[in-house]
């Protein structure tokens, strides 16, 4: 199968989103950056074959962070008209199904971009409520309630330790300034969660993308001297209820 590649026009806005509504559940950060476009600096490119059906997804955000949604005629080949798209392009970081960004990173690859550093995420779903006994999960004594921006301080060394185990590439150094204002913005944009044990903050957790009718969940954290006792079960069953 053939496929062409262009930038998204609005005229394509319906086909895409059918695109995209179809492969939701494990796309759902690229489909936050669709949602949020209105011509901005956002560049997303589609992949139609020759009915003009839409095929595949590229999508590259204004901060270097590319979103590939492949279809598997995508996959298996037709690499040029990706290339076409990114080659050229600043890309710091692909997130992604696994196939769709090794195809990626291979194609970055072809023109020396060598240094990758991946990080692989067991991606899950849940499509009904969370079981009853995950919401009593965890110590007796555990409060857990929804984090506000003037938990920033307190939450900070708990955001600051989670990037650092889970999420910082091992060649980076931690930021703490840039860290402090990450939490800001998802204080004021996310579900944040707290746990708290005997009066000490142990715990967190947060959804950190938004698509059409489904939420992503990150920034689960809980400090190793309280794990293994239900915290962070109790965290992730109350966050999606």
């Known amino acids: 199968m053939e496929i062409r590649w262009n930038t998204l026009k609005r005229d394509s806005l319906p086909r895409v989103r059918t695109f995209l509504e179809a492969r939701e559940s494990f796309c759902v950060p690229a489909c936050e950056r669709f949602i949020a476009w209105d011509e901005g600096p956002d560049r997303i490119w589609c992949g139609h074959d020759d009915q003009g059906t839409i095929q595949s997804l590229l999508i590259l955000s204004a901060t270097g962070i590319l979103y590939p949604v492949l279809s598997e005629a995508e996959k298996e080949g037709n690499r040029q008209g990706i290339a076409h798209c990114i080659l050229s392009k600043r890309i710091r970081s692909i997130q992604g199904q696994t196939d769709a960004v090794k195809l990626c990173e291979d194609i970055l690859t072809s023109i020396g ?23 009593i999960a965890g110590p007796e004594s555990l409060i857990v309630r929804r984090a506000e921006q003037r938990d920033a301080d307190e939450l900070f060394p ?21 860290s ?14 707290s746990a708290e044990l005997d009066g000490k903050l142990v715990g967190k957790a947060n959804t950190n993308a938004r698509s059409f009718s489904r939420d992503q969940i990150g920034g689960v954290y809980v400090l190793p001297e309280y794990r293994g006792r239900g915290i962070a079960t109790r965290l992730v069953g109350e966050l999606c209820a």
């Open 113 to 135: 971009q060598t240094r990758f550093e991946q990080i692989d995420y067991a991606l899950m779903k849940l499509d009904s409520s969370p079981f009853a006994t995950s919401l």
């Open 158 to 178: 708990l955001q600051a330790a989670y990037e650092i185990e889970e999420v910082l590439p091992s060649h980076a150094s931690f930021k703490p300034a840039a």
């Open 180 to 193: 402090r204002l990450a939490l800001e913005r998802i204080l004021s944009n996310r579900i944040v969660l």
